[in-house]
């Protein structure tokens, strides 16, 4: 029996690993939904905040610690857990569905079709309350379906054949179990191949970049980065990226629509192509994640391009009563914002393009909310509605507890030193949301404060590239830098960033 339950395992572990790799081949050549990340980001909403907030960081911590790429490898340990999980689910399932079949007198047939097609139905329901499945989306609902119909077919198929040798020694049953492995490996690598190449296909959205066509607008400026600064105008496909999705939502244009209703005298929608037709804004603008450790790369400079919510609320219709607008996203990510922000700042704008080519699905296509001064918490992306209400409401992340403004902090960091005998250049980047940066300044060691030449940065909200040249004496120093916001309010102590150095 223990042996029964254990091979029940390791087949049912086969067939999922075969499985996974074939939904994410559909995923990534067709845009299916893919399973494994559909399934994980559901359980993970059914989790209080607190524990999806501890969890993010923990993997923000864990990844600075090991100096990569925090966005990156933070959505890579998720994407990796989320295929584990259903691995490890696939093998319970195996074990069980064993343990029935070896005490049913049905035929395996009849079980592994109704077993699978209860998994199937689970799964669509899953996807459709998450989203992930758009009404009347057949083929997607008929896909989902039909890889869990498989897997109870095939697992009832090879089960059947396993226990018509119940005589035979186990050297026989392990060669007939290698080989059920052999086979779903080979399914699972080709998958996960057939996936690879469709997704190297689909990095960036078609079109040529903004910034490969034109100069910064700060290109004259006199203060120019030091070597190994980052980049000024961060690549889209380097930005990092934070959300509560383990993969993105794929929202289709031509069915997508921005619905508005709520407290106006109509309620009505818009597609792409009509917010698209109106006149166009482009700024330049620095997001950060309010999760940035200090030094950290959860932040990134780009040009955007969208309509000003402000142009368009007089179509809104909005009843006297309305004073917020709750902007909800495909996701079930939400923000509310105040009427009188939006009538007060032409720049809050729902955007359509990053370094002008259209959103990535990552970045939320097909449009995504702009709000100055805040962190990215407060601007939702793959927004589909917007409702008039009467009353704040929290956002998404302040519903769960996190910091109810969401106002940028005050930032500066060391990327780059450059040494030439006893002399270093420093240089790095300083932000201070919407406020922009006065000064920045250098320590060495506990000397005095001294004063950086500052970049023209690319706009009033973006960060300022800054750079410094210092003698110091031979040996091993510490460099600390700080920037003022332009009231002349330094950066706290405690948030400085510090750099070991060896002359
Ligand atoms: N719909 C949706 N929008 C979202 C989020 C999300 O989880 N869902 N995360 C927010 C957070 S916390 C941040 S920091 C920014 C990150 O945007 P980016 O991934 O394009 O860098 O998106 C914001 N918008
Ligand atoms: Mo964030």
Redesign the pocket.
Known sequence: MIRALRDGAAIGLSLTAALVSVSAAGWKAAGLPFIAFDLFDWLASLLPGAVVTFGLDAVVSATSAAHVSI?LAAKTAEQAMAIALLLFAGAIAGALLSAVLLASDEPPALLGVIVGALMGAAAVVIERSTMRIEAGAFLAEAWVCGLFLAWGVVFARVYERYRARPETPSAARRSFLLRVAGVATATTIAGSAAAVAAGLRRIQPPGALWSDLHDLPNSASPVQPVPGTRSELTPIRA???????TSP?SIDETSWRLAVDGLVRQPFSRTLADLRARPAVHQFIT?????NPIGGD?I?TTRWSGVSLHDLLPEFGLEPRATHLRIS???????TVALDTIQQDRRVMLAYAWDGVRLSA???FPI??YIPAV?????????DRIEAIAAWEPG??VARGWDRTGRMQATSTIDAVRVQGLTAAIGGIAHAGARGISRVEIRVDDGPWREARIRDPLSPTTWVVWRCELSMGPGPHTLAVRCYDAAGIAQPDGTLYKRRVTL
């Open positions: 966005g930005h990092y990226r934070v959300d509560i999705d939502p997001l950060s994640c309010i999760s959860l990134g996203s495909r996701d079930g990510f939400h923000e990552e970045h939320g995504r909310l962190y990215g918490m407060k601007q939702p992306k793959w927004i998404y992340w």
